[in-house]
């Protein structure tokens, strides 16, 4: 694969991609405003439903583009996802659908080849940079060992991932070239019908939960075929884990408290009440 002619350099701007439904606006509505703040950032694109669309863009104003997901993935969606035989399935359906969803934006744009994946519920709290002196990728490590995502891998490029440490660090830098060449891998040799997505999904062991991973999947291929891309890094951050009653939405007295220490901290969704409790925040926010 030919290599970027201009390697990119530490502050290059990048298109931030990130999927989200409704009911995990209120985060992402905090995300919108550090973005700026901490990433070197081209654009906030954000994928929804497409019955939410007008309302998250509503909420996210000129910080981001906001574009429905039927249709992103030519040939795939979520409907005809859930009637797969999936363990968890159908409600388990859109958490696969969003990791393809973020897989799908390689095909966009391609002469830009770089993107920032980045969850949603994840708020990014220090300066960031993603590529060091040299242009290589700066990819962060974390510490998370879900084997069936690498039985899934093996299933899927018929290579063992090589496995040192883990890619699910909440955002990933992704070149287009080389996600596009392993997807494209993936739909010659996968058994089975249809495009690359329908391989991952009809791929997947026959049972067991959480059984394919983005992060895992374009991170150790990355890792396997061009490790001299990249820099393989470690970055302090958080997850705030919810405890039964939600984990409620913090303050930005709060989030200037836990960025003394972090680059970025995750705050999962948990319930109804974390919900409530998120727009009551919100709407004591604005005013």
């Not at 002619?5 to 985060?27: H, I, M, W, Y």
């Not at 993107?115 to 708020?123: E, H, M, P, Q």
Request: proline content about 8%; hydrophobic content about 40%; some cysteine.
């Amino acid at each position: 694969m030919k290599t970027s002619e201009n390697p990119p350099g530490p502050a290059r701007p990048l298109t931030v991609f990130a999927a989200c439904r409704a009911r995990d606006l209120s985060v992402l509505e905090i995300v919108a405003r550090w973005l700026p703040r901490t990433v070197p950032v081209k654009e906030f694109v954000v994928v929804s439903p497409d019955a939410e669309c007008a309302r998250i863009q509503g909420r996210l104003g000129e910080g981001a583009r906001v574009v429905p997901e039927e249709g992103f993935i030519p040939g795939v969606g979520l409907a005809a996802l859930r009637g797969l035989p999936v363990e968890g399935f159908p409600r388990a359906a859109g958490w696969y659908f969003q990791q393809l969803l973020k897989l799908q934006y390689a095909f966009v744009a391609p002469e830009d080849d770089y993107y920032l994946i980045w969850d949603a519920d994840t708020v990014p709290l220090r300066s960031m940079r993603f590529f060091d002196e040299a242009g290589r990728m700066l990819l962060t490590r974390a510490s998370e060992h879900h084997a069936p995502y690498f039985e899934t891998y093996r299933r899927l490029l018929g290579e063992e991932p090589h496995r040192e440490f883990s890619f699910i660090a909440q955002h990933m830098v992704v070149q287009k070239s080389v996600a596009r060449e392993m997807l494209e891998r993936i739909e010659r040799q996968a058994p089975g019908e249809g495009n690359w997505a329908w391989k991952i999904m009809r791929s997947l062991p026959p049972t067991g939960l959480n059984l394919f991973s983005e992060y895992e999947t374009y991170g150790h291929y990355l890792k396997n075929h061009y490790p001299e891309r990249a820099c393989f890094i470690d970055r302090p951050w958080r997850r705030a884990r919810p405890d039964p009653g939600g984990c409620p939405i913090p303050t930005e007295r709060e989030l200037e408290a836990v960025a003394r220490e972090n680059d970025f901290a995750a705050f999962e969704r948990a319930s109804a009440w974390w919900r409530r409790m998120a727009r009551r925040t919100l709407a004591w926010w604005k005013g």
